[in-house]
């Protein structure tokens, strides 16, 4: 499997809820960022939380990150229907120029 | 402060011709990323330059594919002969100068460019 896969691949859910996405990945790593993908377009840069670093906030998003289990996890609190995006992780290499982002989880939020 | 620029955004070829992607980079920032991503799927890494270096070309098919970043002017990813294989959407990424501690992490992206291979 590939570094940087997330789980699940897709997800929907009403407005309101909160949604949940998580990340695995393989080799040690310097951060590890999120990134939000609204369908035909960019990507738009989430939050980045440091190896040395557990939660980190921004707004309405919630990042955890277990380096002994090398997994992370974005949480979505009180979803809005303009939530409705794919959602990537990306883990930089030991030298920090290149991502590895993995297959991203397709969200959908129902108003 | 504009973002990442990309154009075209749409991009219509014939199997066999070239493909010329640009890039240019947000202001004050000196490192360029390409990255490639097909139907379904998450990004995958092609090249890394600086002004006028490559820095890493590792995701970069060995032929038919190049890049570059001048001096002056943005980064061209050149694609020769296309193949239907190539379409895809090309997305570049930049970031600012690097410390001492290697290049800074967050990767600002483009909007990207769409290749159809007819």
């Known amino acids: ?111 | 402060n504009a973002g990442v620029m990309q154009n075209p955004r749409h991009l219509v070829r014939r199997r066999g011709q070239e493909a010329r992607l640009r890039c240019s980079p947000m202001k004050g920032h000196s490192h360029v990323y390409w990255y490639r991503q097909l139907p379904e799927e998450g990004l995958k890494f092609m090249v890394y330059l600086q002004k006028e270096n490559i820095i890493d070309e590792s995701g970069m098919p060995k032929e038919r594919f190049s890049a570059e970043f001048p001096k002056e002017g943005p980064s061209i990813l050149r694609i020769q002969q296309v193949v239907r294989g190539d379409s895809a959407a090309y997305f570049c990424a930049s970031s600012p100068p690097s410390g001492l501690a290697g290049p800074t992490d967050t990767q600002y992206f483009g909007p990207g460019t769409r290749l159809t291979v007819l």
Request: hydrophobic residues 30%; charged residues 25%; glycine residues 8%.
């Open chain 1, 1 to 111: 499997s590939q570094q940087g896969e997330e789980d699940p691949q897709a997800l929907s859910i009403q407005e309101g809820e909160n949604a949940t996405m998580n990340c695995s990945y393989k080799t040690s790593i310097n951060n590890l960022q999120w990134y939000r993908q609204n369908s035909g377009r960019g990507l738009v840069h989430l939050i980045l939380i440091r190896s040395n670093e557990r939660e980190k906030h921004s707004g309405r998003l919630r990042v955890t990150l277990d380096t002994s289990k090398k997994s992370s996890s974005l949480l979505i609190t009180a979803s809005r229907a303009a939530d409705t995006a794919s959602y990537f992780c990306a883990t930089d290499g030991r030298y920090g120029n290149k991502l590895v982002f993995g297959a991203g989880t397709i969200l959908r939020v129902k108003s």
